[in-house]
């Protein structure tokens, strides 16, 4: 089987009658570049930022960040590269940045939350992006966006950014995609609304999951209402994805369940555009994509949608991908 999946290292992701799709990779770090060459990535999906931040011992200047994130565009060779800006709070801390102690962090101030908040410091992760997108295909998207106006208002920052660095000479891409992330329940009902606005969305399902059920990812205690193929996900995810395509935009999701087997089947069903993984998930999830016809994928997922619980659903597909 491995060898059969190192085959398609550098095939595009066919589906069984045809259809494209794109197969990525989710990354923290530079460091990460290696395995994703490796194993086919078409591009980078997820550039989770706040690692930058984590694993420094004060705040990242705008010199250092541009330098990562240059090494990221230029690694990908003109793949697209979708960077999340920086995503503190909630369960990750910054030890130079003291944030208040919360009743409920994940409920709290955290992503861009604070970075329209500490408008500086928000300034200087855009500016060593923009500056940085001279050097391959670089598309911004925001984390834990609830609302239009803070979609509108960190775009506003994104503008003046770029009005400075045109001033100041500074050669970059003015074409540079913008987007959310689609990971609060609020921002899934309002994608109608969002997909007018933004060039593009990610479904963060981690967060989607854990926001929807209103069920901490990381306490076990509730383990069991992290529900990927809860109907009620579901029909989030396709709302999603049906906005966006009505306004003619992008859709990925970079949450575990761009690479999960038995998801893979049903996001290809509901129309997805990329699936963003670990990288040493991509070739598994391009081989499985190869063996799906759109057409059966997409009756399957209709069917799922209309079912009770998330245990049907995952009894559903297992027959159906079994059986071939
Ligand atoms: C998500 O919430 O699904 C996601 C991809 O973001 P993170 O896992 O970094 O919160
Ligand atoms: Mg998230």
Same mark, same amino acid.
């Given at each position: 089987?491995?060898?059969?999946?190192?085959?398609?290292?550098?095939?595009?992701? =066919?589906?069984?009658?045809?259809?494209?799709?794109?197969?990525?990779?989710?990354?923290?770090?530079?460091?990460?570049?290696?395995?994703?060459?490796?194993?086919?990535?078409?591009?980078?999906?997820?550039?989770? =930022?706040?690692?930058?931040?984590?694993?420094?011992?004060?705040?990242?200047?705008?010199?250092?960040?541009?330098?990562?994130? @240059?090494?990221?565009?230029?690694?990908?060779?003109?793949?697209?590269?979708?960077?999340?800006?920086?995503?503190?709070?909630?369960? !990750?801390?910054?030890?130079?940045?003291?944030?208040?102690?919360?009743?409920?962090?994940?409920?709290?101030?955290?992503?861009?939350?604070?970075?329209?908040?500490? &408008?500086?410091?928000?300034?200087?992760?855009?500016?060593?992006?923009?500056?940085?997108?001279?050097?391959?295909?670089?598309?911004?998207?925001?984390?834990?966006?609830?609302?239009?106006?803070?979609?509108?208002?960190?775009?506003?920052?994104?503008?003046?950014?770029?009005?400075?660095?045109?001033?100041?000479?500074?050669?970059?891409?003015? +074409?540079?995609?913008?987007?959310?992330?689609?990971?609060?329940?609020?921002?899934?009902?309002?994608?109608?609304?969002?997909? !007018?606005?933004?060039?593009?969305?990610?479904?963060?399902?981690?967060?989607?999951?854990?926001?929807?059920?209103?069920?901490?990812?990381?306490?076990?205690?509730?383990?069991?209402?992290?529900?990927?193929?809860?109907?009620?996900?579901?029909?989030?995810?396709?709302?999603?994805?049906?906005?966006?395509?009505?306004?003619? @935009?992008?859709?990925?999701?970079?949450?575990?369940?761009?690479?999960?087997?038995?998801?893979?089947?049903?996001?290809?069903?509901?129309?997805?555009?990329?699936?963003?993984?670990?990288?040493?998930?991509?070739?598994?999830?391009?081989?499985?994509? !190869?063996?799906?016809?759109? =057409?059966?994928?997409?009756?399957?997922?209709?069917?799922?949608?209309?079912?009770?619980? +998330?245990?049907?659903?995952?009894?559903?597909?297992?027959?159906?991908? &079994?059986? !071939?």
């Amino acid at each position: 089987q491995k060898a059969e999946w190192a085959c398609l290292k550098d095939e595009p992701t =066919t589906s069984a009658d045809g259809v494209k799709f794109m197969t990525g990779a989710n990354i923290g770090t530079p460091k990460d570049l290696p395995a994703v060459l490796e194993n086919g990535a078409e591009g980078i999906g997820l550039y989770r =930022t706040e690692f930058l931040y984590m694993d420094s011992n004060d705040m990242p200047s705008e010199e250092d960040q541009f330098e990562a994130y @240059k090494t990221v565009l230029e690694g990908m060779q003109g793949k697209p590269v979708t960077v999340r800006t920086m995503d503190i709070g909630g369960d !990750k801390k910054l030890p130079y940045m003291p944030l208040p102690e919360e009743e409920n962090p994940f409920l709290g101030y955290r992503a861009i939350r604070i970075s329209l908040d500490k &408008t500086e410091m928000f300034k200087t992760q855009l500016r060593a992006l923009v500056r940085a997108s001279a050097f391959g295909t670089l598309w911004i998207m925001f984390p834990m966006v609830a609302t239009l106006p803070e979609f509108r208002a960190a775009k506003a920052v994104f503008e003046t950014v770029k009005a400075e660095l045109k001033n100041e000479g500074v050669n970059f891409d003015d +074409n540079i995609k913008l987007g959310i992330m689609i990971e609060i329940p609020s921002a899934a009902i309002l994608a109608d609304k969002f997909a !007018k606005e933004v060039d593009f969305f990610s479904i963060g399902t981690n967060d989607l999951i854990q926001y929807t059920m209103a069920a901490d990812r990381g306490n076990e205690k509730v383990a069991y209402l992290y529900q990927p193929y809860s109907p009620s996900i579901l029909r989030l995810i396709k709302r999603t994805i049906d906005c966006a395509h009505k306004e003619g @935009k992008f859709v990925a999701v970079c949450g575990e369940m761009g690479g999960d087997p038995i998801a893979v089947p049903l996001l290809v069903g509901l129309g997805l555009d990329e699936f963003s993984m670990s990288a040493t998930s991509i070739l598994q999830a391009r081989s499985l994509i !190869k063996n799906l016809s759109t =057409t059966d994928m997409q009756a399957l997922a209709e069917k799922a949608l209309d079912l009770d619980t +998330n245990d049907e659903v995952a009894e559903l597909v297992k027959a159906a991908t &079994t059986n !071939k």
